[in-house]
């Protein structure tokens, strides 16, 4: 079964003789912070697809914690608090804690990407899951302001409903065996590596799947804030909206 059209990561390149599959080579950065992939553009992942090729021997777990269920557990007044929110999401540099300092051949390329093309969006919060029609929390590290309050509340805002996400009855692990091959939905989830190996190597690889402009609970969509994020919001538009579209009509 096709789960739909394959993309390559915006501001990294794609593995060498492939057109969309991300190397995520812990020499060059460690996607060690809290995220759901992609979001600082308007049409981010519906599914993403991880393969373990160099996996250490003791740590480098990947956790996922359920977005959904942490906007069901929250208390009716915060819900309703956070269904107003929009936050601004930019790409950083921060999803891998060393990223700035590693020297491994792919760093400086990322870093130039990363630094030469601002992307940066606004979504909402809560957002309508484009399969399942569930309510569901977009935040995580790309999740760099929310919008209309100042940046102490901002602060405050974030880290309460981020917390929530991230309560350990929200969360699952994967222990890595080479040739593991997860699939989850990122428009339901966010996901870290936990940075517990050391030196060792740990090498995955990526594909990510289309997934329509975000959607609010009031029907807004996902705006675009800069250039990098437009040439997402056209790109879904031309050709992968085709096949989120497909999947929408199921
Ligand atoms: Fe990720």
Known sequence: MALGSDRSAPTAPSLAGTEAVLDIDAENGRASQWHTDVTFV?????????????IPPVGGDTV???TVAAYEMLPP???????????LHAKCL??????????GPAAATLRDRVQSTVYQTEHPVVQVHPLTGARVIILGCFARKLLGVSSAESAHLFAMLQDHVTRLENMVPWRWSVGDVVIWDDRATQHKA???YGDEARIVR??????????????????????????NAAAWQKDGGRTAARLLRR
């Open 206 to 231: 990526r594909v990510t799947i289309d997934g329509p402009v975000s959607v609010g609970i009031d029907g807004c969509n996902g705006k675009a804030r800069s250039g990098g994020a437009e040439i």
């Open 64 to 66: 996922w914690a359920n």
């Open 94 to 103: 921060r999803l891998c804690r060393n990223a700035p300092e590693r020297r």
């Open 194 to 196: 936990i940075d517990d």
């Open 42 to 54: 308007p049409a981010f992942p519906l599914f993403s697809v991880l393969r373990g090729v160099v």
């Open 77 to 87: 007044m915060l819900r309703s608090l956070a269904d107003q929110l929009w936050a």
